[in-house]
């Protein structure tokens, strides 16, 4: 029994503020510009992406009190630019990674049900839950919450922002100057919400809009993450898995978490973040890959990834000799802040590297950049499409989250020579054929399971 | 004399409660892009210096203080700063302004938000500031305890007025470290210097470190300088203490004078708490415009008919021939105001006369330009880009 050919989907990420983006690279533009989004959202939407997305980050990271110098800094506001893309685009679904915990959920709800009217129902939320308490020294809020109470209120905020999507029905707008009735009930909107995190109450003020809901993705993968996920409501995961090795359990381990809760076969969709690097033959695109990889990580970025997991000053380490023979301090005061932390277990990941180290008889500098200058697809454009398309037959996923070493024009090459190889292959659509994220995604309208199970 | 400036404000179909039932209105259109975009567009056409888009957290009421349960007004708003956003890429000269309010939100995102429209726009991004908190504001947020009971019998009351005269300072404070932020980029912060492997200059990034009653912030912003440096920031004054905190914080303040004795004694005073301070005073007015003076009577008497009660507005309504009108604003503009808010009765019905009729009467009489004489709000407005207000820290640090 062979089973149908799985749509990919494609996401597109704009450079973001990390080592990945290459700014010493001639052709690299502005990471600010509004031209900088507008080329990119346009290439992805060219290439029949399913939606633009955005990252992140609320504070500046800062290196043993200095603020980073050497990665690119500097974003917009996420909300606010992805609308304004709305104006320069007209299928692409736009994704915004915005935090649930130095947010609240009215003010928030409200910003992505405008978003969703003013883009024809192309809104998405991924909901990210980095709580620390250096971040909210930006806040009024201030303060931070405990590892264990991010997914409570991440979880309380989506149901409250669905309470409040909800609080408008499709047709309660009658605008009718016949009979003088604009509304069509005299409280819509009203809502009332009460639990441990939020206690509010009143009317919201956005009528329902194209999509009912946003499309909802979470990005974060401990158990409380991935139950979340599977359990909780979003329509999506952003993984960091890449390696089919990897990325093959996750998948399984989502769908019988989905299944646990009563979602249908494939209600979670799985979207790794993927690189990629062409090249006219395999040995092409493997040297330009290094180039690249030593462009993202000099001898002092080398210094720095390796601090994010020893947690000690690095800098007396010569980027060319042997990784540094201190143990990491995993308690100490943090080197790095302001970055969300995703390798856990600090002591384990150290004692891996020796041994990549060691077998490999790699530099600091080399053992960094075969670990964070690792691109995931390098190859020709025929070799780089099979193995997305393997990746995601396979179950490693249902797409991918694309982004490029280069801002803005990195997507173009894979626009014009890897995307033409997809839609041949009839994995990726030729054109769209729908106008909402939703149709793009083939997530079908939100309903309330909890009111289904209890009927 | 100083240029004069004009603005429109736009909200809804119009500032009148039934103007969406007029037959120029476009009420099925009122949450969809295309009906800001083109209102944008036309006011772009009349060569207007800039729109501003209203906003509340709250749903439009016809009470004051507390939502009703009327069905025959327009009820439901967009977010209006993700408007701005919204139509400021398909324009290219004239500055946006939403409101956005200062009571429950956070002054961090809203400095990125503004600094973000102003990137959008290339430099023509303003924000008035608006002081929540009345009505069941605090219960949207359930954040902060909800106000004093208030009515119109309890604003004079001492609780009230501490309660006002705090969420103001407040506001003053919440001014600051948006500003702040917008400065905590010095311009050339950015170097992409290969040979020392910097893509920024740290010494020009800077924590803002503000510690006020009502909040802590430390900054930097995640965004950078935004390209006018400081955005246009605005507020609607009517009385001593908003006066004040548009002196204290505001580049252009909305008062609302209602004959020729109130607006000087209002510039006075405004002046006065400016203490010669650069704020420029504009004047507010609702407008419906006709044909002739018993026409556009008639337009507004047809409205109020339809509502059910006169049209109550904190500005003065005038309701004539566009010659009338220019005859008003000529008369504020003697007086010493740089500008007016025009804020039409219907839309965009009255934004076409006031693109079509009032502007070319002005530019007849020497008061209006006829063309855009800069491409950002704040040279528009004949503001200088000011520099950092942590240029001169960094500069002086080696001594
Ligand atoms: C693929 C991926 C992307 C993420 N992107 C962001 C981001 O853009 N901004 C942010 O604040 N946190 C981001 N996070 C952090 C997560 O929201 C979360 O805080 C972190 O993964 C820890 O949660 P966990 O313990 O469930 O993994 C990301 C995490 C993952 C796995």
């Known amino acids: 029994m062979t089973r149908p050919r799985k749509q990919i989907i494609l996401g597109a990420y704009l450079g973001g503020v990390n080592h990945q983006t290459v700014w010493s690279d001639p052709a690299a533009g502005s990471q600010i510009e ?14 029949k992406f399913d939606f633009f997305f955005l990252a992140e980050g609320l504070a500046l990271r800062e290196r043993l009190g200095q603020i980073f110098d050497q990665d690119v800094i500097g974003r917009p506001d996420n909300i606010t630019v992805l609308t304004a893309l709305a104006a320069v685009t007209s299928h692409l679904g736009l994704i915004a990674t915005v935090n649930a915990t130095f947010n609240e959920p009215y003010e928030l709800a409200r910003q992505l049900a405008t978003v969703d009217h003013l883009s024809g129902g192309r809104a998405g939320w991924n909901i ?104 909780g409501g979003p329509d999506a995961i952003f993984s960091p898995f890449h390696t089919l090795a990897e990325a093959q359990p996750f998948y399984r381990d989502i769908q019988e ?17 993927a690189a990629f690097v062409l090249g006219d033959s395999e040995a092409d695109a493997v040297e330009r890959h290094r180039e690249i990889a030593l ?55 150290v004692s891996k590297w020796r041994a990549l180290a060691a077998s490999n008889g790699f530099s600091l500098r080399q053992l960094a950049v075969h670990v964070f200058g690792h691109t995931e697809f390098v190859g020709t454009p025929t070799q780089v499409a099979d193995r997305l398309d393997a990746f995601v037959q396979n179950d490693g996923s249902d797409g991918f989250i694309i982004g490029s070493h280069l801002t803005p024009t990195g997507l173009d090459e894979f626009v014009d020579k890897v995307v033409p190889l997809l839609q041949e292959r009839g994995s990726l659509r030729t054109d769209y054929d729908g106008t909402t994220l939703r149709d793009n995604l083939g997530i079908p309208a939100y309903t309330d399971r909890s009111s289904l199970t209890a009927a | 004399m100083t240029q004069l400036h004009v603005a429109v404000a736009l909200d809804g179909a119009g500032w009148h409660p039934a103007a969406w ?91 990125k938000n503004i600094a973000t ?83 920024v200059d740290r010494d020009k990034l800077h924590r803002i470190d503000f510690e006020g009653r009502w909040f802590s912030v430390r900054g930097p912003s995640i965004t950078p300088r935004p390209p006018q440096g400081q955005p246009v920031v605005t507020v609607l004054a009517h009385s001593t203490v908003p006066y004040r905190l548009a002196a204290r914080q505001a580049d252009v303040v909305f008062v609302t004078p209602h004959d020729p004795a109130g607006a000087a004694a209002i510039l006075a005073e405004v002046r006065q708490e400016a203490a010669g301070a650069a704020l420029q005073v504009y004047a507010d007015l609702v407008v419906f415009l006709g044909a ?72 007849r009489r020497g008061l209006f330009r006829d063309r855009y004489p800069a491409t950002t709000l704040r040279g528009q407005l004949g503001l200088d880009r000011p520099t950092s207000r942590y240029q001169s820290i960094s500069v002086g640090t080696d001594a």
Do not use: C
């Not at chain 2, 003053?172 to 912060?189: H, K, Q, T």
């Open chain 2, 21 to 111: 039932r007029s037959p120029a209105a476009r009420p099925h259109d009122l949450f969809t892009a295309a009906y800001w975009t083109d209102l944008l567009a036309e006011a772009q056409r009349g060569l207007l210096d800039f729109v501003t888009i209203d906003d509340s957290f709250t749903i439009q009421s016809a009470d004051h203080f507390a939502a009703d349960s009327r069905t025959d007004q327009v009820r439901g708003r967009l977010d209006a700063a993700l408007i701005a956003a919204r139509i400021a890429p398909g324009s290219a000269h004239i500055g946006i302004i939403p409101a956005v309010s200062t009571t429950h939100t956070e002054p961090f995102h809203t400095s």
């Open chain 1, 257 to 273: 978490r989905s299944a646990r809760h009563g979602r249908p076969a494939g209600s979670t969709k799985v979207l790794p973040g």
């Open chain 2, 117 to 199: 429209l102003d990137y959008i726009s290339t430099g023509r991004a303003g924000v008035q500031v608006r002081v929540g908190g009345l009505g069941g504001e605090a219960a949207l947020f359930g954040r902060r305890p909800s106000p004093p009971a208030l009515s119109f019998e309890t604003l004079a009351t001492p609780e009230v007025e501490r309660f006002i005269a705090e969420r103001f300072d407040e506001a003053a404070d919440y001014i600051e470290v948006v500003r702040r932020l917008w400065d905590s980029w010095e311009d050339g912060a950015e170097i992409r210097d290969r040979a020392t492997d910097r893509f």
């Open chain 2, 292 to 363: 002739d003076a018993a026409s556009a009577s008639a337009r507004k008497e047809h409205l109020d008919e339809l509502d059910g009660a006169e049209l109550f507005s904190d500005a003065r309504i005038l309701a004539g021939t566009a010659e009338a009108l220019a005859d008003h604003i000529e008369e504020l503009h003697q007086l010493g105001y740089d500008g007016v808010r025009l804020r039409p009765g219907v839309l965009p019905y009255d934004l076409t006369a006031v693109t079509d009729q009032l502007v070319p009467l002005l530019r």
């Open chain 1, 34 to 47: 509004f031209a900088s989004f507008q080329h990119a959202a346009q290439t992805a939407e060219r290439g």
């Open chain 1, 128 to 231: 990210v839950t980095s709580s620390d308490a250096f971040t909210g020294g930006n806040f009024r809020r201030g303060g931070f919450l405990k590892r264990e109470d991010r997914y409570t209120r991440a979880e309380e905020f989506l149901a409250v922002a669905r309470r409040l999507w909800d609080s408008w029905s499709a047709d309660d707008v009658l605008a009718d100057t016949g009979s003088g009735q604009f509304l069509r009930r005299p409280d819509a909107g009203e809502f009332a919400f009460s639990g441990k995190q939020f206690d509010i109450s009143g009317r919201f003020t956005v009528p329902r809009s194209p999509q009912g809901h946003p499309v909802i993705l979470q990005a974060g993968v401990s158990a409380e993450g991935r139950e979340f996920a599977a359990g």
């Open chain 1, 295 to 349: 462009a993202q990580i000099s001898g002092r970025g080398a210094q720095i990834l390796l601090e994010t997991v020893w947690n000690r000053d690095l800098s007396g380490y010569d980027p060319d000799g042997p990784l540094p023979d201190v143990d990491p301090d995993p308690t100490g005061p943090l080197v790095i802040q302001g970055r969300a932390r995703i390798h856990q277990d600090a002591l384990d990941t």
